[in-house]
Structures are given as C-alpha cells and as structure tokens.
C-alpha cells in the first residue's frame, strides 16, 4: 500500500508517494516551487492560485506509476484564506509571517491583558492568530464581510478543492484564536463574537488522521487518481514530523529552517507567553512550541554575506569549526534574524562591539555564539527540567546544528529526513 503525501510549505510543495507502516518513500521526491510573496508593506502571502498549480503538478508527478490508497497532508499554519459563495478566493492565502494586523494586536492585548493567552493558549499576534489578521481585514476591507461565505486555514482548502468537504482539525482551530484550549474543540461564542466571525463560514473540527472525504470527479483529474480517494484532513507541518518521529512526552522535536522550532508533547498544556500551546491535531495530547530565531538559514545569509569566496564544503567545515573555538568580544544581540513569532512586535538583529579590527570569524563566531544561547532560552521556555530522552532534529541545516550545539554532542539525537512529509503518510498508520 502506498499513500501520496503532501507537505505544503511556504515556499514549497513537496510530494511523494510513502508506505504508510514504515514511512518510506517508494518513489521520488517531487518538488514544486510556490514562493512566498510580499505584495505590501509588512505582508507575506501565497497566491491560492499558484500554489494550487504547484500542488497539482507535484501531487501527480509523485502518485505517477503507483497504487495509490489515500492522500495525506502537512502544511504551513496558519494560512488563513476566505471564500465567497462560489467558493473562489477572496484573498491570498496569509501566512504565519505576514504583519500587517499588528495594531490589531496591540489594541486586543492592551484591551484583554492575559485573558486571551489563558483561554486560547496564545497571545494575539499579527498572523500567527489568524482572527487577529481577519479582523485587520474587516476593518480595512469591510466589504469583504459582504461577499465571506468560509473562513478557512490552507489544509481545509486544500481538501475542500479536492473533496467538496472542508473541515479544521483541532491544532489548526487552536491558531484561529476562536477557540478555548482546554474546552473540547469546538468553536468559542466568546471569541466569535469578539471578533466579529459567524459560525456559519466556519467549518466543523474534526481530528486530523479522519478522512475528511474522497476525491470528487475534478480533484480526480488534476491529480491523475480514481475518483472516491480518501483524503485526509491533515495536520501542521510540525505535528507531522511528531508522528514520523513517534514522539513520546520526554522526547524533543528540532526542525531548522528560517528559524529553529522545538517542541514537546504534553497532556497538561500551559499557556506561556514566551511559547505556543495548542491541540497536536489528532489524538488528545497538546504540543508546546519555542523557536531559536537563529537558524540554518542565518548561516547560509552569513556564507553569502561575509565568505562567499568560500565552497560550500570549506565554510561549513574549517571555516566553522574555526568560528567555533574562536573567542571574540563581538556580540550578536538582539538576536532576531529570522524575526520572533512569539511577538507582537516587529523585533531585529544587531551586532555590538564592531571596529575597524573586526575580523568577518569574529562576526560568524558571534553569530555561532548567538545561536547556542537562543537554543538554551528555547530550552528554557519549554519548561523541562529534565534532558530529553530522544532528540528528533529535521531540516536542512539539522546536521549542521547537531555539530554546533554542545548539548547534542551525546544523548540519544536522531536524523529525520522529510519529517513533515512521512507524517502526512502516518496518517493512514
């Protein structure tokens, strides 16, 4: 038995063809380009429309040849999208990392204080809460509400084009801002009313391992697969690399990107301001979630900035490990390259210290130094004071950090390749 799995980034859409039992991968890796737009000031979206197409041409590309038994998905959260009555887009979709509704999120914070962290687990911040980025669009586009008939995130949309059902499974609901944390899911009155969203554009909230529907005749044909395929509802990205790597509640979760996510399991979910704290998706454990904002990427800006005389293999092995145990009076801080999810406010890197003797190992040794005490505050605000049983690092850049981080030198760290997209598959285990 084979599944086509999807994992639906950002900037990406990967797919391929996986055995569901053993989460390996028993056709190629398919890649399709979906890049991440900034039309406006503090805004970054997808273009529904393009990323439909990437996913079409990925999807089929990778179930090419196979018995295909089912559809999984993993992707980017949130990504708010809404509909008209037809059903077509009434924006883009508005990622995680668009800001424009921060206003927003100041007023609801200095109005509520922490009463919205305690009831639904998270502060109201500009696109990572995608009520707070809805109700920037009422009030500057007020039309909008007129012509709104669903207020989806991106896998509900993705399984409505291809079944005709849409649905939030509970780890998207909880990034809506309209539920409480620790009620069952279902959608809040309070927060609905508050932010001025009708139950009647909201689907149900349904776990993220159900098959939500079956491939209609014109999801059928852009895929290329048997009309009545079972799809299922999907999870964000990084429930899915939970569920490849198995996690259990001691266990870690490092995935490196633009910026380092960690996350842990808990059955006793803590709303703290420092993190985000939602529903894993299926099942009823929660997830708590902390970044690093130096990431992989912030060595790859540093390789084209400062060393791009440099092949690839020379900056990231001598050339580190020089940084590395090189002692330097030069500072990274603040350290928010990859900007800071957890805040309403638009936060920026520095360095301190620079002179005319600045020598550009001083610079990457600051950068390394950075990123070790980013990963010890990330640590810190997971509230574990125990080390992990099981280390679980993905990402492009995880075996890179695994050399960088000295809390990685022993202990159980394993290396998940494609974490996201075999946990789309695990949804059929």
């Known amino acids: ?82 509909l008209d009555e037809r059903d077509e887009p009434l924006t883009p979709i508005i990622t ?20 919205f962290l305690e009831s639904t687990g998270n502060r109201p911040l500009p696109g990572g809460i995608s009520a707070v980025v809805f109700q920037h669009l009422h009030e500057s586009q007020p039309e909008l509400r007129r012509r709104l008939h669903r207020y989806l995130h991106v896998n509900g949309w993705i399984c409505l084009k291809l079944t005709g059902v849409a649905a939030f499974d509970p780890a998207n609901a909880c990034f809506t801002g309209l539920c409480s944390l620790m009620a069952e899911p279902d ?73 380092q996510v960690l996350a842990v399991l808990t ?49 990231y092995g001598a050339t580190l490990e020089a940084a590395r145990q090189r002692a330097t009076s030069v500072i990274f801080d603040p350290p928010f390259l990859g900007g800071d999810r957890l805040e309403i406010e638009a936060r920026h890197a520095g360095w301190q210290n620079l002179s005319l003797a600045t020598h550009r190992l001083d610079l990457l040794a600051a950068l390394l130094e950075t990123m070790r005490r980013g990963h010890r505050g990330a640590m810190a605000a997971l509230e574990r004071h125990q080390p992990p049983s099981r280390v679980f690092l993905s990402g492009g850049g995880a075996d890179l950090v695994r050399r960088l981080l000295p809390e990685y030198s022993h202990g159980s760290v394993m290396m998940l390749e494609e974490a996201s997209l075999r946990g789309a598959a695990r949804l059929f285990a």
């Open 1 to 82: 038995m084979a599944v086509l799995a999807l994992d639906v980034g950002t900037s990406v859409i990967k797919a391929a063809a996986i055995a569901p039992t053993t989460g390996e991968l028993v056709g190629p890796l398919i890649r399709e380009a979906c890049p991440l737009e900034n039309p406006g000031p503090d805004q970054a979206v997808v273009d529904p429309f393009r990323l439909w197409d990437a996913l079409v041409k990925a999807a089929s590309a990778a179930a090419a040849g196979h018995t295909i038994e089912g559809i999984g998905l993993a992707t980017f959260t949130p990504g708010l999208i809404l």
């Open 187 to 259: 959608w809040s009155p309070r927060w609905c009313a508050y932010f001025g969203v009708a139950g009647a554009w909201l689907p149900p909230i349904l776990p993220g391992n159900l098959t939500v529907g079956y491939l209609h005749s014109q999801g059928a044909e852009a895929l290329g697969l048997p009309e009545g395929t079972p799809v299922k509802l999907g999870v964000p990205d990084t429930t899915a690399a939970l569920l490849a790597a198995g996690a259990q509640r001691d266990d870690l979760l490092h995935m490196v990107g633009t910026t």
């Open 267 to 315: 059955d006793a979910p803590s709303p703290h301001s420092q993190r985000l704290t939602r529903h894993l998706g299926v099942g009823r454990q929660f997830v708590h979630v902390v970044h690093n904002p130096v990431g992989g990427v912030a060595l790859e800006w540093m390789h084209r900035l400062c060393f791009a005389d440099q092949p690839d293999i020379e900056f």
């Open 96 to 115: 995680h990392l668009d800001r424009r509704s921060q206003p927003e999120a100041r007023e609801i914070e200095r109005e509520l204080g922490p009463a």
